[in-house]
């Protein structure tokens, strides 16, 4: 049996790096009793597996997880199993929503096609935020220059920005709303303030949600009642 | 009161391993002090990582924050990257727990188990906002407390701190605890501090520094003496009679981020009687107290469910020691309730076959390096250090380990010992060649580790008159072992620093003229000196003599029987004529038996304070109490009581 879990990362445990998280989650899956399949092989590992990698110091409402449970393992409560968790789960990390996934499908990796992000830029005002965003959108290319394994590597970006607002000023900047698509590669906040003219600093980024693609209409990788545990059948498909 | 959070959140995302820094671990309290309330700051004077797995201090953290009249947080050294940041924002020293600032707390404790953290201690204090020497302190300012091995010569630091705690802190904390909440209902007026640390001064364990005299006459020390009647002239250590009563951590930190030792941890015993005279933690530790085997057991159990660990580590000074240890391995290795696999890991592994049997036991789910510590490269030489392991123990022990699987081998040394001559370190070489060779009967590639760190004399040792080799002495035998070993396929030589060797030294048995030293390193930007990205010996060694202080003098000199030391003022309860009677033995080359099982040598340390190796089963573990096999039947005196029932003394163990 697959398990889909939604998690958020919020307040103090934003500065987790994603190798502390998932040791905090072997962990927590041990004190839940969850009996979670190992891999074979010298050092037998849990089978767990993460989504896209959230950078350190980020927030994020929907983090998401695919755990194999033993053959054996007899099948968890799933409505208790949120609220369970949670209670394991250090402050900050809760667990809003789990289901049973087919093995069929895709990985949480190939899945997502795209993220949604609040971005506070910093040390700026709205009228230049809106300058900057109104340039990017307008611009049929947005190269961007970063280096990779030792290589410099020149990107258009502008296909991966499927959307930029500028919601609000706050006390030092604005707050930007923004979707960024994740296929063939994972187009970051930080990589989209550097190539925005002017490039505008990063404050606190949160992820919102992470959208898929099913015949043609975006969606989350979860339903919102997923925590049910009455509607298994419909949802494992 | 006050958290710092908000200040401290935007330079954390600009710092190296923010994590280190946001507390809420699995374990942590997030205390809400009230008026009249004592609060302790438990400091660890390096990395998180490093700090965050020691023991004492969150045995203490716990006992403290059970307590209605007090509360306790922790702290560690901010690395080079914060603690800029802090200095930049005029930010001080902060708790993990609940980011509040450093001197809101009454006390600042520091456990100290190294001497390379000494300027990280000044650090630390002065980030707190707190004047670095204690004489300048005023009545609002925490008092700045010493617990830790180290602690057993405070006399470096003895212009920078309040009070220095001797031995176990379990019940002394209390004691001090109840002084100092007297001292804040009194108001803390002016002239109050002088007055607290008299009364503390009181407290069996607890030493005052400022309170004492060093009294030189021209190089030499002539004693420590203190200043007032009421004030003792020889402070002990305190010993908690036993560890039974005491299931600390009754709940172990489980750190969000990397640090080391991850892992559930339980002391097993407290105490070594092997006597190893290099060893100052078994010197010092005396007598030998386990932990009913019952109790471990429950430990144990209770540990991995509430933390979600799958692997414990079993710790003492030398764990395969622990009478019925294989009962508890067995035990925990197969027991049902376990959520899945769980490894054991002794950290102390005892040279024979006995022990590596046991290891294969418990790493069967993951079989990684395995580590013996022979110490020193030939029979004469452990007779000299009193580590009576033989070669062939030591063959022994390594080819049934590569006969059960193991492919990789660290095997610990010491270099710089008393009387070792070039043979003595050219037999480290001659060990590790032949144990690859071994290796080669089971396996392919098999590897050996070789380890070897520079010798550093203790206080309270045996080896505390002896002197120190010099840096080049050390480089010229790490040299030989390097041309020694260099074509030999399977053997890698990791050694020390040795020039890091000699600052330890200079801490190790120094005096109160360090103060200034010490002092002067850290305002020159000293601190981090254990990471050897930041130790910088120039800077030592050119202080040293900018203070006219001889290098020499208190590092490599062979010292007199009738010496006064800088921490003779200071008792682990060993008597000094047993010491020098000890230290005569190792010139002559005459080893002694394990004293738990055999006639006490009157030490001090058990019949002093009327306490007595307190032992799990009335069985001395198998493979002889030295790892020779030697007979123990021997008989005599032998001051044991079985879990806590004592027996009246006299009357030998059975
Ligand atoms: S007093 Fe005797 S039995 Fe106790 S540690 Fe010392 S030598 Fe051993």
Redesign the pocket.
């Known amino acids: 049996m697959r398990l889909r879990i939604r998690f958020t990362k919020h307040g103090k445990v934003r500065f987790l790096g994603h190798r502390d998280l998932a040791r905090i989650w072997e962990r927590t899956l041990r004190r839940a009793e969850l009996d979670v399949a190992y891999s074979e092989g010298f050092s037998p590992r849990p089978k767990l597996s993460f989504g896209l990698a959230l950078s350190t110091g980020y927030e994020s409402e929907g983090e998401y997880l695919d755990l194999d449970l033993a053959p054996s393992a007899p099948p968890p409560h799933l409505a208790a199993l949120p609220g369970r968790l949670s209670a394991l789960l250090p402050e900050g990390i809760d667990t809003t929503a789990v289901c049973e996934v087919s093995r069929s499908e895709p990985s949480l990796q190939q899945a997502v096609t795209s993220c949604s992000w609040l971005i506070d830029v910093v040390d700026t005002t709205v009228a230049e935020a809106t300058d900057a965003v109104d340039r990017a959108l307008a611009a049929p290319h947005l190269m961007h220059t970063r280096e990779r394994k030792g290589k410099e590597v020149t990107d258009d970006l502008r296909p991966y920005l499927l959307d930029l607002t500028i919601i609000g000023p706050t006390p030092t900047g604005a707050r930007l709303s923004a979707e960024l698509g994740t296929q063939p590669r994972t187009l970051r906040p930080a990589e989209l303030l550097a190539a925005l003219d002017p490039p505008l600093s990063e404050g606190l980024v949160r992820r919102t949600h992470q959208w898929t693609t099913h015949d043609g209409a975006r969606r989350e990788l979860l339903p919102v009642d997923a925590t049910s545990a009455q509607h298994d059948g419909e949802r494992a498909s | 009161m006050s958290t710092l959070w908000t200040q401290l959140e935007p330079l954390l995302s600009k710092v190296q391993k923010p994590a280190r820094y946001i507390g809420c671990e699995d374990g942590s309290l997030h205390p809400h002090p009230r008026a009249g309330q004592v609060g302790w700051l438990f400091t660890y004077p390096d990395t998180y990582e490093i700090g965050l797995p020691n023991q004492g201090l969150q045995i203490l953290y716990e006992i403290v924050n059970e307590r209605d009249d007090a509360w306790a947080e922790r702290s560690y050294a901010p690395w080079v990257d914060l603690e800029g940041e802090l200095r930049r924002h005029g930010l001080p020293l902060f708790s993990v727990d609940t980011h509040r600032p450093a001197a809101e707390f009454d006390l600042l404790a520091f456990n100290l188990s190294a001497e390379l953290v000494y300027t990280n201690v000044l650090n630390c204090i002065d980030l707190a906002g707190v004047p670095v020497r204690a004489t300048d302190r005023r009545p609002e300012h925490p008092l700045v407390v010493l617990g830790g091995h180290c602690t057993y010569n405070p006399e470096p630091l003895a212009d920078f701190v309040d009070l220095v705690v001797l031995g176990d802190g379990e019940e002394v904390v209390s004691e001090i605890t109840d002084i100092v909440r007297e001292w804040k209902s009194s108001g803390r007026t002016d002239g109050s501090r002088e007055h607290v640390l008299r009364a503390l001064a009181q407290v069996p364990g607890v030493y005052v520094p400022s309170l004492y005299e060093a009294e030189f006459d021209g190089e030499h020390l002539v004693g420590v003496f203190p200043k007032h009647p009421d004030v003792p002239e020889v402070v002990e250590k305190r010993t908690i009679a036993d560890l039974g009563e005491w299931p600390y951590p009754k709940h172990q930190l489980v750190p969000l981020t990397e640090v080391v030792h991850d892992r559930l941890n339980v002391e097993v015993f407290r105490g070594c009687?092997r006597g190893c005279r290099f060893c100052q933690a078994g010197m010092i530790t005396?007598?030998v107290r386990e932990r009913p085997a019952d109790q471990v057991r429950d430990m144990v159990q209770g540990g991995l469910r509430r933390t979600g660990y799958d692997e414990v580590a079993l710790t003492s000074l030398s764990t395969a020691d622990f009478s019925g240890i294989d009962k508890v391995v067995a035990d925990t290795v197969n027991d049902p309730s376990n959520c899945g696999q769980v490894s054991v890991s002794l950290p102390s592994l005892r040279v024979d076959a006995f022990t590596v049997g046991i290891a294969a036991e418990i790493q069967k789910a993951r079989r990684t390096g395995l580590t013996f510590a022979p110490e020193a490269g030939t029979w004469r030489m452990r007779q000299v250090i009193n580590k009576l392991i033989r070669n062939d123990d030591l063959y022994g022990a390594v080819d049934s380990a590569y006969s059960q699987g193991w492919r990789r081998m660290k095997l610990y040394f010491m270099t710089g010992l008393p009387t070792e001559t070039d043979p003595d370190t050219l037999g480290i070489a001659e060990l590790a060649t032949n144990c690859v060779e071994l290796g080669r009967a089971h396996h392919k590639n098999p590897s050996v580790t070789v380890s070897v760190g520079g010798f550093v004399p203790k206080p309270f040792t045996p080896f505390q008159w002896f002197g120190q080799n010099t840096v080049s002495e050390l480089y010229r035998k790490i040299g030989l072992l390097r041309d020694a070993t260099k074509r030999t396929r399977g053997v890698q030589l990791k050694w020390h620093d040795p020039k890091a060797t000699l600052i330890e030294g200079i801490m190790s048995r120094g005096d109160r003229r360090l103060g200034p030293v010490i002092e002067a390193v850290w305002r020159s930007g000293g601190t981090f000196q254990e990471w050897s990205e930041y130790f910088d010996h120039t800077l030592w060694v050119e202080t040293m003599a900018a203070h006219g202080l001889s290098v020499d003098w208190y590092v490599h000199r062979h010292r007199t029987e009738d010496e006064v030391m800088p921490w003779d003022h200071l008792s682990a309860g060993l008597h000094r004529d047993f010491l020098w009677q000890d230290w005569r033995d190792a010139l002559d080359e005459v080893g002694l038996e394990d004293?738990?099982w055999t006639p006490?040598?009157?030490?001090?340390?058990?019949?002093g304070y009327g306490i007595e190796?307190i032992v799990a089963s009335a069985t001395p573990p198998a493979g002889g109490s030295q790892g020779t096999g030697q007979d123990l039947a021997t008989g005599g005196i032998v001051?044991v009581t079985i879990d806590g029932v004592r027996r009246p003394a006299g009357v030998g163990a059975p």
């Open positions: 009687t005396r007598p004293c738990r006490c040598y009157d030490c001090g340390a058990c019949t190796h001051p």
